[in-house]
């Protein structure tokens, strides 16, 4: 018999100022055959190597994205919204996938309320195959998302940070105000001085 999925999970965007929370699902079989030169946690790679990954992951294996608007964030709270996104993107795998699910892996300390086994793990993007895949894909389509986002709000130079509060951020925040895709409920960060 084949060998059953198991999925990983991570979220990119939920310390952002602005945009969406997005998560994604990668599903692979423990026997899988596939060559992923250095793959890594997300965070410790330079967007041209994610970018090279990301294309041999969404190429060879099945995966599902689920994205939480600012706007519901903002209603929901963003743990919330977190976990919103990680069941749409667990909803989105194909049908014949999720069937065949044997246990979903979720980077960090929460699971959302599905119908699978799940287990958490701690920095699990830095220990485990398939929670690495996804946050490597997470990162390169949300990071695509805010580029594609920052050509309606040039003044604030999305396609630099992707919402995250880096300084220049924050000045362009102090200068503008908030844009409609920053996130209301995050204003006391919003106004942190420069």
């Avoid at 958490?120 to 195959?129: F, L, M, S, Y």
């Avoid at 200068?175 to 106004?191: A, M, N, V, W």
Wanted: glycine share 6%; net charge positive; aromatic share 8%.
């Amino acid at each position: 018999m084949d060998s059953l999925f198991t999925v990983g999970i991570d979220e990119v965007g939920r310390g952002s100022l602005a945009g969406p929370v997005c998560a994604v699902a990668v599903a692979m079989k423990s026997n899988h055959d596939i060559l992923i030169p250095g793959l890594n946690d997300s965070k410790k790679l330079s967007s041209k190597k994610r970018t090279i990954l990301a294309d041999i992951i969404m190429k060879n294996f099945y995966y599902g994205v689920g994205w939480i608007s600012p706007q519901t964030i903002d209603s929901i709270n963003i743990l919330e919204a977190t976990l919103r996104a990680m069941t749409l993107a667990i909803n989105r795998l194909p049908h014949h996938i999720t069937s065949q699910i044997e246990e979903i892996l979720i980077d960090g300390n929460r699971s959302p309320n599905v119908i699978y086994p799940t287990k958490t793990i701690i920095k699990g993007d830095q220990v485990e195959e398939s929670i690495m895949m996804a946050s490597i894909v997470a990162k390169v389509i949300r990071d695509k998302y805010m580029q594609r986002i920052s050509l309606f709000y040039p003044e604030y130079h999305f396609e630099k940070h992707s919402g995250y509060p880096t300084r220049l951020h924050r000045e362009k925040i102090m200068q503008y105000g908030k844009s409609p895709i920053h996130r209301i409920s995050f204003s006391k960060e919003l106004y942190l001085s420069v």
